[in-house]
């Protein structure tokens, strides 16, 4: 390869990762705005007429909603995204997105169309489930797939990145609201502008990604004609092990990552009575820390291997789970803030190097569907299930330890997965 065609290499591979860093960043911002607005305000709106406990458990009900519909998109893009390419699909998914959020902001709430509300609540969820299905592959493989072998885990952290810029955004937004106008005025009409401003970000999102050129790795695949014609049975038939082992890998972090981010909001809010701006700014603190861990993460995969530093991580977020309840307990907004930004390192431990790991167990010619699949059906298992089950857990037994044993024990079930995936660093030119 000549100097030119190294520097243009660069040029391109530093547009693709800022794409998809962007572009993350502004489908996790619609995806946790929802999370973060289900925990807080939705139970109060949609389902005030019922007792508040239940409201939140039919309001995390809505929740799931997104995440049963995550691999519904992942099996849909993921089709397209390994038949015509990983460029165009991220267009469609980031508009899809960005229409739904918006919509959500304009929605009548139970007292002017009763359950109504909650009926399109729940289509609109699924809707975003859809995007973030076809999100996240596209992403990681824009970046990883424009990378040279040895920086692949570094380089796919960035699309990673997403999350918690995305968790920072709607966190910010929300306590911006919820601390500029009076309690009646934010659930009047303060809560909907975090969700109408979406549409300000799809289209600086869209002018980004409209600059990036496609996969070296797909055009390749394209020009030797070996395009696969079916994407989904082709997985389903020869790489389901895969598919099922990056399902278990998520989980680990998958649940932990949404009792300490959405559940933890209803335990401070409802249970400790700790106010719901100061939980919101300590959620976003610790997202904060993630911008620097996981792209450590990632660098550090590249050097000892994904698989030492992701079992790492589900050690550290397995034990530091019991550690974080008993500071929330102690209601003191410091000590929450320690233990949630502590939580964030270790999850990102994992998190990180999910990314290139997970692709680099797929071939080419249908990573966009595997990994997809595999990385979303966590949603339905793991993810989506962990702030309802987390609230019936307190309910039945009155204490956060039941919480936090349930998170540990899924970070056992990653633990156990590690072995039967691959750790391939540099393997994503595979057809």
Not at 317 to 330: C, D, K, P, Q
Request: hydrophobic fraction near 50%; charge should be positive; charged fraction near 15%.
């Amino acid at each position: 390869m000549t100097e030119l065609d190294e520097r243009l290499r660069r040029r391109y591979f530093i547009r693709a990762v800022a794409a998809s860093t962007v572009g993350t960043t502004v489908e996790w911002y619609d995806f946790y705005l929802y999370g973060a607005a289900a925990a807080l305000i939705f139970p109060r709106l949609f389902f005030s007429n019922l007792d508040p406990a239940i409201g939140s458990i039919l309001s995390y009900a809505t929740f799931f909603a997104g995440f049963a519909a995550r691999p519904v998109g992942a099996a849909i893009f993921g089709h397209w995204g390994d038949r015509i390419g990983r460029k165009a699909l991220l267009v469609v998914t980031m508009l899809l997105m960005g229409v739904s959020t918006t919509i959500v902001g304009l929605l009548p709430t139970y007292e002017r169309i009763g359950l109504w509300g909650a009926v399109l609540l729940t289509v609109l969820r699924a809707l975003q489930g859809i995007a973030v299905g076809g999100e996240w592959s596209g992403s990681v493989l824009m970046a990883g797939e424009w990378a040279k072998p040895g920086r692949r885990g570094f380089a796919t952290s960035f699309a990673q990145m997403g999350s918690p810029l995305g968790a920072i955004m709607a966190n910010g937004a929300l306590s911006i609201m919820s601390s500029s106008v009076d309690e009646a005025a934010f659930f009047d009409w303060g809560w909907r502008v975090p969700f109408l401003a979406s549409i300000v970000l799809i289209v600086i999102g869209l002018w980004v990604r409209l600059g990036t050129l496609e996969s070296p790795v797909f055009a390749a695949i394209k020009a030797e004609r070996k395009i696969v014609r079916a994407p989904v049975v082709e997985v389903l038939k020869t790489n389901w092990r895969e598919v099922l082992m990056t399902m278990l890998l998520r989980t680990g972090q998958l649940a932990p990552f949404y009792i300490t981010t959405t559940y933890i909001l209803t335990y401070g809010t409802q249970v400790l009575g700790m106010d719901r701006g100061d939980l919101l700014d300590a959620v976003s603190i610790r997202a904060v820390g993630s911008l620097a861990m996981l792209p450590l993460a990632g660098h550090l995969s590249d050097r000892f291997g994904r698989k030492r530093i992701i079992g790492l991580g589900c050690v550290g977020t397995g034990l530091w789970v019991f550690v974080l309840f008993a500071l929330m307990n102690t209601r003191s907004v410091p000590l929450v803030v320690l233990g949630l930004f502590v939580d964030g390192m270790v999850q990102d431990l994992q998190y990180g190097p999910q990314a290139a790991i997970i692709a680099e167990n797929f071939p080419a010619s249908r990573r966009y569907t595997g990994s997809g699949l595999g990385y979303h059906l966590a949603a339905i298992t793991a993810g989506g299930p962990a702030p309802a089950l987390s609230t019936y857990l307190f309910l039945t037994f009155q204490s956060s330890t039941a919480i936090a044993t349930y998170a540990f024990v899924t970070t056992l079930v990653s633990l156990a997965t590690l072995p039967f995936l691959k750790d391939q660093a540099g393997s994503l030119d595979r057809v």
